[in-house]
């Protein structure tokens, strides 16, 4: 097979590209194979369908170095487990010291390569490329997704060597560690997978409480087994701190096993080394439970039970899906039972969440003070039990806890603020899984983050290192060790993800910490409004620089989820979703209340009403 050129000219080795799940049997989603029609050229971009599968070609012989270079970076975008073929375009010894799983770089339009003459550089067997770009990302040894910026700057250094043949032929002899490859190509080849682990502040004997740490695996390259070895090797170093793990530490799979593969019945059985062989039956049922959670959508048909073997082959245990559900809360808790906003009287209502697109349905006071219309509110957040609710005053300035159960008081103020207008009042509230308060004072003289334990006593002064700046607005996740804020600094807004840490105190009172905040949607120069929705996923509005405001979905390690973001909305003030990903967006725009469900466009709930909110 020969060699085709790029836009440039340039002669670059030819890819093969196979089809997977499109044989004998026609399957739903893939098209008939052509019998006729000319070769076309197919950027990576345009192929976003998973069942596509490339590999690279190997050097040609008697290649020049350009060719060898473009043929590399190519090979580095295939789909190969080991980068058989790339490892084609290196000496022996470039070959045995490279280490691709070590990073993955990701350049916004791919690596440019450059050659740095000289004039005798080719008559002495010695060449040398530049690579340059753009960064976008940083994916470690961990599979850990983080944004990154700045230029990308790196060398391929390039040598003639005797082939098998006694010809010279030339060979990378020096490149950098890892992988580097365009963001299109990372689309196409990687995917984020929820692994899982649990809550450390979570009990024993309750109920244990799962975290998503999301990573990026090759979505061509056995994704399951990938995913098991990432969670046995433990938490990403981020998450560490405020997760555990049931595996004992140095669990692995049993040595000589290379993958994992469900039988026909769903059935996925991972034989383990020795050092979690003496488990008891509860332990081993919670590590088959994170397993459950981290495979539940990585195959088409799901993974129904799990069976952790001995080396020796004997079982460990075997839970099925629905016994996971049963050991830990994945998620929302419970179900959820109803959407709130305040209507044009300042009360707290509701509606029943989930009701069909277009339905009329007509908002209820919730039971209870806050329902009553005696104290104005101008937002407010509902327990995740929807047994609780917490309101801010019309001015911004007092935080008020009642009953949501029928003829329940209001007492005094929880929390008050001292800031003289509405802007710098209260922020919105939110309430954790474990029923603590979370809320943000913006007052000028004196902006702080409090925590109301079970949404009374005296408030807690939460830590925040590293935030220069005021916090605009709090929603904490349902797992209650990461914290999405809204921070203001220098005229600019952006959202920042923090991870809770808490500890005694020398008077026994705990101290909150806000450790490691970090950047998940650095692209947007201004961020007005976001909301949990999902394990790992938050819905923001916000802008770009110069640009018009728009909403979109971002992972809680700052990439973008795959799919389409949600439908245009103008004039968003504030939004709403759930952790259950099935119940629609709310959102308080221009014309009122609104809500969209998959599939649909935005549809009025009620012209007059704002604070649109879920339990959370």
């Known amino acids: 097979m020969g060699a085709d050129r790029d836009r440039g000219g340039r002669r670059r080795p030819m890819r093969v590209v196979t089809y997977v799940g499109c044989g004998a049997v026609l399957l739903a989603g893939c098209a008939s194979m052509p019998d006729s029609g000319d070769l076309r050229d197919v950027e990576a971009s345009q192929r ?20 060898i270079v473009q043929g590399f970076l190519e090979a580095l975008t295939s789909d190969e487990p080991e980068f058989d073929t790339a490892r084609k375009y290196l000496t022996e010894d470039a ?25 005798s550089r080719e008559a002495t067997g010695d060449y040398a490329y530049a690579l340059t770009g753009d960064k976008v990302a940083e994916v470690d040894q961990q599979f850990a997704y983080e944004p990154a910026e700045g230029a990308y700057e790196e060398t391929l250094h390039l040598t003639e060597q005797k082939g098998p043949d006694g010809s010279k032929q030339w060979r990378i002899d020096v490149l950098p560690q890892g992988v580097v490859l365009g963001n299109s190509d990372f689309q196409r080849r990687y995917v ?28 061509q390259v056995d994704p399951v087994t990938q995913m098991v070895k990432a969670l046995l090797n433990g938490p990403t170093s981020w998450l560490k701190p405020v997760v555990r793990s049931r595996f004992p530490t140095g669990t692995a799979l049993k040595k000589g096993v290379k993958t994992l593969t469900p039988d026909d019945q769903n059935r996925l059985r991972v034989p383990l080394n020795k050092k979690a062989e003496g488990v008891g039956q509860t332990q081993c049922a919670e590590m088959a439970a994170q397993l459950i959670f981290t495979l539940k959508d990585l195959t088409p048909t799901g993974i129904d039970e799990v069976e952790l073997q001995r080396p020796d082959g004997s079982q460990l245990c075997a839970i099925k899906e629905g016994d996971a559900e049963i050991i830990a809360s994945h998620g929302m808790g419970q179900r959820v039972q109803y959407e709130y906003f305040i209507d044009g009287e300042k009360r707290l209502v509701r509606i029943p969440a989930g009701i069909p697109a277009g339905s009329e349905q007509e908002a209820e006071p919730v039971p209870g003070a806050l329902g009553a219309g005696d104290t104005a509110l101008r937002t407010a957040a509902v327990s995740r039990n929807e047994e609780s609710a917490a309101g801010v005053s019309l001015d911004g300035r007092s935080l008020y806890v009642g009953s949501l159960a029928s003829g329940a008081s209001l007492g005094d103020p929880v929390l008050q603020s001292r800031a003289k207008s509405v802007e710098d009042g ?41 935030i220069e700046g005021r916090i605009e607005a709090v929603r904490v996740a349902a797992d209650g060790v990461r914290i999405a804020l809204i921070v203001e600094e220098d005229g600019k807004t952006s959202l920042l993800m923090g991870r809770i840490e808490g500890q005694n105190g020398p008077d026994g009172r705990p101290v909150v910490t806000i450790h490691d905040p ?48 949600p439908s245009a909305l103008t004039g968003v003030e504030e939004i709403a979703a759930s952790d259950d990903e099935r119940l629609p967006l709310v959102a308080h725009s221009e014309d009122g209340i609104v809500r969209l469900s998959s599939g649909a466009q935005w549809q009025k709930v009620v012209k007059t009403g704002t604070a649109p909110i879920y339990p959370g």
Do not use: C
């Open 48 to 67: 976003p369908d998973a069942q596509v599968r490339v590999f690279a070609m190997p050097p040609r012989e008697n290649a020049q170095p350009e060719e």
């Open 95 to 119: 070959s045995k010291n490279w280490q691709p799983e070590r990073s993955t770089t990701v350049l916004a339009d791919g690596p440019t390569a450059l050659a740095q003459h000289s004039g």
């Open 192 to 219: 984020s997978v929820n692994k899982y682990y649990f809550a450390s502040n979570s009990p024993s004997a309750e109920r244990l409480g799962t975290v998503a740490d999301p990573v990026y695996v090759r979505q």
């Open 426 to 466: 209260l922020t919105t509230p939110s309430w954790d899984e474990g029923g603590d308060l979370w809320v943000a004072d913006r007052d000028p003289k004196n902006s702080r983050l409090f925590l109301l334990e079970e949404g009374r006593g005296e408030p807690l002064e939460v830590r925040t290192p590293g």
């Open 518 to 565: 970090r950047s998940v949607a650095p692209q947007l120069e201004e961020v007005t409004a976001m909301s949990w929705a999902g394990d790992s996923r938050l819905v923001v509005v916000g802008q770009e620089e110069g640009g018009v405001q728009q909403i979109r979905y971002v992972q809680v390690d700052g990439s973008t989820p795959v799919g389409a973001p």
